[in-house]
């Protein structure tokens, strides 16, 4: 089946260490997004992407970084200089440029904890 | 992105009509309306959108009023399933390519 698939679920990391979650989709979507989500609070977009090779920054990129080296893949990396990074990260896609249109489509979400 | 405005929560009775309201008085003639909603644990899904015009989907509709200011979701008959938080959001017709989430209405379901 199609669809957004995220890894790990969950992750726990030591303060300071650089962590990486993956997020791969077989949509043929050519946008994908990254959105930071704490407990009671509404999503924030991270960092998003509508081609490959590509990428914008969000409303919160400060200590996150991106790549968009294949249409499928969007990974993240949550890195020592996010100074809150626990939290849950949850990844989208769409149709580029048919947001108004279409749909964004959402995996089921990594919760990282570092402790 | 234009500002919306939504209740924190609300409570409604299986089986019954839910109106979910959203204000939205600062739209552009432009923007879309969509709307999300969020179970728990779980990523966001796409509920149903719309500019002008009502519009109806299997999962819900959506009632625009004519100045564009205010929308309604309408869940015709809740179940318990439809316990979520519910975002309602505007996205500009030209621009970047991006929805921004507030923190929705939560709605319990009573059963």
């Known amino acids: 089946d199609g669809g957004i698939t995220q890894s790990p679920k969950y992750l726990f990391r030591k303060e300071g260490q650089n962590v990486t979650l993956s997020c791969e989709q077989n949509l043929n979507h050519d946008a994908m997004y990254w959105y930071r989500q704490d407990p009671g609070q509404g999503l924030r977009l991270i960092y998003y992407?509508?081609?490959?090779?590509?990428?914008q920054k969000g409303d919160i990129a400060e200590g996150y970084s991106v790549s968009r080296e294949k249409k499928e893949s969007f990974p993240l990396t949550v890195t020592s200089a996010q100074k809150n990074p626990t939290a849950f990260y949850l990844c989208?896609?769409?149709?580029?440029?048919?947001?108004?249109?279409?749909?964004?489509?959402f995996g089921e979400g990594s919760r990282l904890t570092v402790l | 992105d234009a500002k919306t405005t939504q209740p924190n929560s609300m409570e409604s009775n299986e089986e019954e009509p839910v109106h979910l309201p959203c204000n939205h008085s600062?739209?552009?003639?432009?923007?879309?309306i969509h709307w999300y909603r969020q179970l728990p644990s779980q990523g966001p899904e796409y509920v149903i959108h719309?500019?002008?015009s009502n519009v109806n989907n299997r999962m819900a509709s959506l009632a625009i009023a004519e100045d564009r200011k205010s929308s309604t979701l309408i869940l015709h008959r809740a179940t318990l399933r439809d316990a979520a938080v519910y975002y309602c959001i505007l996205k500009e017709s030209f621009g970047n390519e991006k929805l921004t989430f507030g923190t929705g209405t939560r709605l319990t379901i009573i059963p």
């Open positions: 992407s509508q081609i490959v090779n590509d990428f």
């Open positions: 719309g500019l002008t």
């Open positions: 600062t739209i552009s003639g432009t923007d879309y």
């Open positions: 989208a896609s769409s149709i580029s440029g048919r947001l108004n249109t279409g749909e964004l489509f």
